[in-house]
């Protein structure tokens, strides 16, 4: 297994190896270290395209903007159609797969004005395993995943940011808005914009690591630690009580198990993997 910095060496080898590239930027942890570490192997024949869509909240695109002028990468933007989309708005467990199929066809027009040769985006070693369809929609398309060529971890990233003095070092995980809903449930214009406001309010509050769960007309609350304990404060619990109902919702409530990444996803890799081996056994007899 490669040293940590026998993979940033590793990781460099591999980008200057594309050449001229298209980062798919989102101003995350993975993507701004994707992007730095673009910078620094190929220069300006490197370019960072951030979608725009109704699951991106306008918070993130403005930090997103920022970081990309603080790196020195050039970034344009691109708006995505997620919502023409019936197998994004059903909200199946493919939903992800529609997402990042809209999002690499238009990085495929960036690509070609510009003469790009290669597409790349932030997916890392950590995300193999888990219930990511979006993955085969970049597999399909050709999109390299360099971080897991390189094999560069979370904690790998999260370490090098720091050592790079990347601001995003330490920045909490985000997903687009979709998957605050629970699968199944259709996804709106309107549905987005209540969680985004709901989510903003909160992160006003001063919490910085949260998740709204979409449930109808019930709101589920997680928070990180931090946020929990912030709870605590009636006048808070009461201000945020307020804000969700004035947005639509009529229960509001903390879930106690606190914050989760791909909470909703519990459940689904197992029902997959569950669902292939059935096939299988069916098939050998």
């Given at each position: 297994?490669?040293?940590?910095?026998?993979?940033?060496?590793?990781?460099?080898?591999?980008?200057?190896?594309?050449?001229?590239?298209?980062?798919?930027?989102?101003?995350?942890?993975?993507?701004?270290?994707?992007?730095?570490?673009?910078?620094?192997?190929?220069?300006?024949?490197?370019?960072?395209?951030?979608?725009?869509?109704?699951?991106?909240?306008?918070?993130?695109?403005?930090?997103?903007?920022?970081?990309?002028?603080?790196?020195?990468?050039?970034?344009?933007?691109?708006?995505?159609?997620?919502?023409?989309?019936?197998?994004?708005?059903?909200?199946?467990?493919?939903?992800?797969?529609?997402?990042?199929?809209?999002?690499?066809?238009?990085?495929?027009?960036?690509?070609?004005?510009?003469?790009?040769?290669?597409?790349?985006?932030?997916?890392?070693?950590?995300?193999?395993?888990?219930?990511?369809?979006?993955?085969?929609?970049?597999?399909?398309?050709?999109?390299?995943a360099p971080?897991?060529?390189?094999?560069?971890?979370?904690?790998?990233?999260?370490?090098?940011?720091?050592?790079?003095?990347?601001?995003?070092?330490?920045?909490?995980?985000?997903?687009?808005?979709?998957?605050?809903?629970?699968?199944?449930?259709?996804?709106t214009r309107?549905?987005?914009?209540?969680?985004?406001?709901?989510?903003?309010?909160?992160?006003?509050?001063?919490?910085?690591?949260?998740?709204?769960?979409?449930?109808?007309?019930?709101?589920?609350?997680?928070?990180?630690?931090?946020?929990?304990?912030?709870?605590?404060?009636?006048?808070?619990?009461?201000?945020?009580?307020?804000?969700?109902?004035?947005?639509?919702?009529?229960?509001?409530?903390?879930?106690?198990?606190?914050?989760?990444?791909?909470?909703?996803?519990?459940g689904v890799?197992?029902?997959?993997?569950?669902?292939?081996?059935?096939?299988?056994?069916?098939?050998?007899?």
């Open positions: 297994m490669l040293a940590f910095d026998q993979k940033l060496d590793h990781l460099d080898k591999i980008l200057k190896s594309y050449g001229r590239l298209i980062v798919a930027f989102s101003g995350g942890v993975d993507s701004t270290f994707l992007a730095e570490a673009a910078i620094r192997a190929v220069g300006d024949n490197a370019l960072a395209v951030t979608a725009i869509s109704d699951s991106y909240p306008e918070r993130e695109m403005e930090a997103a903007q920022k970081i990309a002028e603080e790196i020195g990468i050039r970034l344009e933007t691109v708006s995505t159609d997620e919502l023409e989309i019936e197998g994004y708005v059903s909200n199946s467990i493919n939903r992800c797969y529609f997402c990042k199929s809209e999002l690499f066809d238009k990085l495929k027009v960036i690509a070609e004005k510009y003469n790009m040769g290669t597409m790349v985006y932030g997916a890392i070693p950590d995300d193999i395993g888990d219930h990511r369809p979006g993955m085969d929609a970049a597999k399909e398309m050709g999109i390299r971080l897991i060529e390189a094999n560069l971890t979370k904690t790998d990233i999260r370490q090098a940011s720091k050592k790079w003095e990347l601001k995003t070092w330490d920045k909490p995980a985000f997903a687009c808005l979709s998957s605050r809903f629970p699968y199944g449930t259709r996804i309107e549905k987005l914009r209540q969680v985004d406001q709901a989510e903003q309010f909160l992160y006003d509050l001063g919490i910085h690591q949260f998740r709204v769960r979409h449930h109808d007309d019930f709101a589920r609350v997680e928070l990180d630690v931090d946020g929990i304990n912030l709870m605590r404060q009636k006048n808070i619990r009461r201000q945020i009580n307020q804000k969700f109902k004035s947005l639509g919702y009529r229960f509001v409530a903390l879930d106690l198990q606190g914050y989760r990444s791909g909470s909703l996803n519990t890799a197992k029902v997959i993997k569950l669902g292939l081996e059935a096939v299988e056994t069916s098939l050998n007899g």
